[in-house]
């Protein structure tokens, strides 16, 4: 059974991925407008922090001290798909802005779909399908229900922001010369795209969602595969972020010339959002380490992050312009989480030792015999089979 004592370290660590993902937003918004809106080269420069935070440090620490665990086919080709996944889910979200897809509904289809994508998938993948009860699925619905209205009813950005983060005078110079025909025409960006658009936009979103909901399942295999290797499945990660994110683009603009160009400001900017991105997958590989299961990890971590995103993005803004149900939604992503966390599906207890054992284990997908996890706090890996882990 999972030790309370490493509960909090699986907290922590959802936190730091909720945080550093609900920063990535605003931040790869910064570096983007920077760009002239560019959306290939911000791309390019979170493959590139990717590249140095994913495969580099990594690859130093295990030439020096080494890691528990070990490199394995199964290992590499799950956490492989898993590095995909999150960066298609990342290029999925770009090609919905560009088809005048608005974050007003684009991001709560995202943050709400991804999490309902996750559970399902983990509990087909653990065999736990069966044993979710009905305040396990209370608490999901409380999460993704929260997570929408937060993003719905967030405060509207102030004016100098409302296209992308440039400055007041970009940004009312069209409203000067259109006038009220220019915000409707916003309103209409929303609601009002032709039919190849709307499908466009809904594709990019379904993708996405399925991206990002199968990313933690996918890489909690990778990572199992490797006994419980936490730098192995993150080097991994990064080498997908690096052939999807930095070659494809670069390879892109070489073929099809893009409006924009490289500024310091835009690459440091996207540089920050990729770490951002970079380190939030860290804190997953990290959480699952101790004992975190991807079944409420994952739920946590989007849950968490729409809020993170839009706190940062209404810093400055007056309380009174701030909705009821914003606040509303904040305590039901809460309450949500916090239900999923105690409710989560759990195995059946196997009995100590023989091949009964290592059959649960198995379809847990745990490490049969491997090490307990307290056995050193150097380096932990996941419950062996015989501690019949409890979530």
């Not at 999490?115 to 979710?132: D, I």
């Not at 006994?227 to 994110?245: D, E, H, K, Q």
């Not at 968490?304 to 939604?329: C, D, H, K, M, R």
Request: proline content about 8%; some cysteine.
């Amino acid at each position: 059974m999972q030790s309370y004592r490493e509960l909090p370290l699986v907290l922590a660590f959802v936190l730091l991925t909720a945080i550093c993902w609900g920063v990535y937003g605003p931040v790869l918004r910064e570096g983007q407008a920077a760009m002239d809106h560019s959306h290939l080269r911000p791309f390019i420069c979170v493959g590139i922090a990717y590249f140095l935070i994913a495969i580099v440090v990594p690859v130093a620490l295990l030439a020096l001290k080494g890691e528990r665990g070990g490199w394995s086919v199964a290992g590499i080709g799950w956490s492989l798909a898993a590095g995909a996944a999150g960066a298609l889910g990342a290029l999925g979200i770009i090609l919905a802005f560009q088809q005048r897809g608005s974050p007003v509904f684009v991001m709560p289809l995202v943050f709400g779909g991804a999490p309902v994508v996750n559970t399902f998938l983990t509990m087909y993948l653990s065999r736990t399908y069966r044993q979710a009860g009905p305040l396990f699925y209370a608490g999901l619905i409380l999460v993704i229900a929260g997570a929408v209205s937060v993003l719905l009813f967030k405060p509207a950005p102030p004016a100098h922001q409302a296209h992308g983060g440039g400055s007041a005078a970009e940004a009312e110079a069209p409203a000067a010369k259109q006038g009220e025909p220019s915000q409707r025409e916003t309103a209409a960006g929303s609601l009002g795209h032709s039919l190849r658009q709307v499908l466009l936009v809904a594709l990019f979103v379904l993708g996405t969602v399925v991206c990002w909901g199968a990313y933690g399942p996918v890489l909690h295999k990778g990572q199992l595969a490797m006994a419980g290797s936490r730098l192995r499945p993150f080097i991994c990660v990064g080498v997908a972020y690096f052939l999807i994110a930095v070659l494809a683009p670069l390879a892109l603009l070489l073929a099809v010339p893009e409006a924009g160009g490289f500024t310091f400001k835009g690459v440091v900017w996207s540089l920050m959002g990729g770490a951002a991105g970079a380190v939030g997958a860290l804190g997953i590989i990290l959480a699952f380490n101790f004992g975190g299961k991807p079944v409420y990890v994952m739920p946590l971590v989007f849950g968490g992050a729409p809020v993170v995103n839009t706190l940062v993005s209404i810093a400055g803004t007056e309380a009174g312009q701030v909705s009821p149900l914003f606040y509303a939604g904040l305590i039901m992503v809460i309450l949500g989480a916090a239900t999923v966390l105690v409710f989560a599906p759990k195995p059946a207890h196997p009995p100590p030792g023989g091949a009964a054992a290592e059959g649960a284990a198995g379809a847990e997908g745990d490490v049969p015999g491997g090490p307990s996890s307290a056995a050193s706090a150097d380096a932990p890996v996941p419950p062996s089979s015989g501690q019949s882990p409890s979530s």
